[in-house]
């Protein structure tokens, strides 16, 4: 699961907005991860944490501002874009565990992508269920090869949201143990939490956000704690 | 050429999903041999009228299944966010359209083929002489309805009353491939057939036309 | 808004004029009689139509390009405008065609592809309103604008040319084949005060867009609130 050693990539974001009509889902966010840091985004729901991800994992356009990846280096263009896991598994139901993971593979031109795909499989423990169907799979198999394509060309940032809904226990475990030793590799890694969990202990940083604006920093001051649990700064 | 090997994956993909279930490729067959059957009853024409009105109504009821047969074309992509995790692994959308329109292309030739000989039985007409003419035609016409529905899919996924939306956009658009495939699959089945080449060209005409249309804009198509 | 208001008196005074001249100006055709004179208007229109869906057009791909929402205003103005032209059109084509040819139809290439025209531009309006977000809908219906100029002359070439009935009873007939120089000038004039109109129609139609675009702008912010 180890990402590309050669750059490790932190993540700025310089006054980004974005509007959906007259509705201001971001307004003016700034703030940067460091490479290898391990962040939480917290916030209601409809604060723009979703947006935010989006936007990083460039699958949406801010209206304004800019989106950059210190440290990535140039020429590893497809390695330098984040690995993005949402809401939904983003793989296909009617194809196999396998089939979905040769399809991006082979799509962002990763390097033997049989084997890779075999690899992955064999570290979010799906190896065994391979030839089946996603559609058979349950919540925790699903986030877990949501989790494996995110992976697949071995992206130096990865971001999550929300990625701990619907896991039970041994789930949120694995979960935990897993984006640990992505951390450890040098991994940046960025995700979207509500309150604490065995998840939120990784994080070394934190920001909230509140109807589009960041609220609380722990660059700036506030506990974890408090941006995690009560949203005030 | 990184367009066309991309392309290749995905074509792959889409030709897998849809012959592991062939849900698609049943009801369209199905649909248009009703819709052929139905044309019948409603006019209940002579062996010469046939001849002559046959064509007309199977490319109508090509029409009527292919406005059908387009919809879950991006739809399905909506389910579990898949068109989100293709743009994020392809470098050129294009691509996204290219493997969406050759199979749909192929699906929509695939259904016609089956369909050939029990047109030619229940409409009376004589489908071998021209036979390879009459599949390029076939060919050219699936292809431009392919292309124009592929884009509006596109589209209409992302509307309201999508099921109604997709028709209705589509089939005025589709006019000229209506008109000339008619047209010159009709010259195909008289006494003595004609290749009306001049309709081959118009009909390669709109699909360069709109294929090219696709190709500067599909990107727009797709964005979020 | 004076601006405006001077271009709804002049619209106003040359679509007078002009009724004025077809009616009273141009002297009577040989074989129709008095239903004739409804050719100024229907030509006229249907040329100021046409005009009206080249700015859809281009409004379409000036916002594609630049994204700005004015473009999206004038797409939408121009294209309800066009329409009304087009409406016209295929209601005086029959009402001229019958009592001359005795027919309410045909099926000759400028009238059938007026049609599918008409049915393109209804579609695209229609979409419109089956797409709630603003930017959304001003991106997907100016493609769809953009794929439904672009078959309109496939569609008026595929019709003339394989399906125009012989003989062919000439609906637009006239323009170009010999007019007598005073039915010309009546020609012109007519063309030039349908455009005229067509364009005071669009700003008007532009500045009501714009309005309306601003106040959802503003019930969307309270309503985030």
């Not at chain 1, 309150?195 to 609220?215: C, K, M």
């Not at chain 3, 025209?117 to 100016?142: D, G, H, N």
Request: hydrophobic share 50%.
């Amino acid at each position: 699961m180890a990402p590309s050693k050669l750059s490790p990539t932190g993540l700025r974001f310089e006054s980004i907005d974005k509007r959906y009509g007259g509705l201001f889902a971001l307004r003016r966010v700034s703030f940067e991860i460091a490479a290898g840091e391990c962040a939480v985004l917290a916030g209601r729901n409809g604060s723009g944490k979703t947006t935010l991800l989006r936007i990083a994992g460039q699958i949406v356009r801010p209206t304004a501002g800019k989106l950059s990846f210190p440290g990535s280096s140039a020429d590893s263009s497809a390695n330098s874009r984040p690995g993005y896991v949402g809401h939904s598994t983003m793989v296909y139901d009617e194809l196999t565990a396998e089939e979905n993971l040769l399809l991006f593979a082979r799509l962002q031109k990763v390097e033997s992508p049989v084997a890779r795909a075999e690899d992955l499989l064999r570290e979010v423990g799906l190896y065994e269920r391979r030839a089946s169907l996603v559609r058979t799979f349950s919540r925790g198999m699903r986030q877990r090869i949501a989790i494996a394509r995110a992976l697949i060309h071995r992206p130096s940032v990865l971001l999550l949201d929300e990625p701990a809904t619907g896991l039970d226990p041994l789930g949120i475990t694995w979960l935990a143990n897993s984006l640990r030793e992505l951390s450890r590799a040098g991994c940046t890694i960025v995700m979207s939490l509500h309150g604490e969990s065995e998840i939120s202990t990784l994080a070394t940083r934190a920001v909230r956000l509140d109807a589009g604006i960041v609220i609380a920093d722990t660059q700036t001051g506030a506990s974890l704690r408090d941006i995690l649990m009560f949203g005030a700064a | 050429m990184s367009l066309f090997s991309n392309t290749a994956v995905l074509l792959s993909k889409e030709l897998r999903t849809e012959f592991r279930s062939r849900e698609l490729l049943t009801t369209t067959v199905v649909f248009i041999l009703v819709v052929l059957i139905l044309f019948s009853f409603a006019i209940s024409p002579t062996t010469e009228e046939s001849r002559e009105f046959g064509p007309g109504l199977l490319w109508l009821a090509i029409l009527f299944a292919a406005s059908l047969m387009l919809q879950p074309c991006f739809l399905r992509e909506q389910n579990n966010d898949t068109l989100s995790s293709l743009r994020l692994a392809v470098s050129d959308p294009f691509s996204i359209f290219l493997a969406k329109l050759i199979a749909n292309t192929l699906f929509l030739l695939l259904t016609e083929l089956i369909m050939l000989p029990f047109f030619a039985i229940f409409y009376n007409v004589p489908i071998l002489p021209e036979i390879h003419w009459l599949v390029l035609v076939l060919f050219l016409g699936s292809l431009g309805i392919s292309v124009a529905g592929t884009a509006l899919s596109a589209i209409s996924a992302q509307a309201r009353m999508r099921e109604l939306l997709l028709p209705l956009l589509l089939l005025p658009l589709l006019t000229p491939v209506l008109v000339v495939s008619a047209t010159v699959t009709v010259s195909l089945f008289e006494r003595e057939p004609i290749v009306k080449g001049k309709g081959i060209a118009f009909l390669a005409v709109f699909d360069v036309v709109f294929l090219t249309a696709l190709w500067l804009f599909g990107e727009y198509l797709l964005e979020e | 808004m004076s601006k405006r208001i001077i271009l709804a008196a002049v619209a106003i005074l040359l679509v007078i004029a002009a009724a004025y001249a077809s009616f009273f100006l141009a002297p009577e055709e040989r074989t129709m009689g008095l239903i004739q004179r409804i050719f100024y208007f229907h030509a006229a229109t249907a040329w100021a139509g046409e005009m009206t869906f080249f700015v859809c057009f281009l409004a379409n791909l000036l916002y594609v390009w630049k994204r700005q929402p004015k473009y999206d205003w004038l797409g939408v103005s121009s294209a309800e405008v066009g329409l009304a032209c087009i409406t016209v059109v295929l209601i005086t084509g029959p009402i001229w065609a019958h009592p001359v040819w005795g027919i309410w139809w045909t099926w000759d290439a400028r009238l059938t592809s007026t049609f599918v025209l008409w049915l393109l531009y209804v579609s695209y309006l229609l979409l419109r309103t089956l797409i709630e977000e603003p930017e959304r809908r001003a991106l997907l219906s100016a493609l769809f604008g953009i794929f439904a100029f672009l078959d309109v002359p496939l569609v008026f070439f595929s019709i003339r040319w394989w399906r125009t009935q012989h003989p062919q009873p000439v609906i637009m007939g006239g323009s170009g084949s010999g007019l007598d120089p005073t039915m010309s000038k009546v020609f012109f004039f007519s063309v030039l005060a349908m455009h005229v109109l067509a364009a005071f129609l669009i700003v008007e139609r532009y500045v009501l867009e714009k309005m309306n675009s601003e106040l959802d702008f503003l019930a969307r912010e309270v309503e985030a609130q």
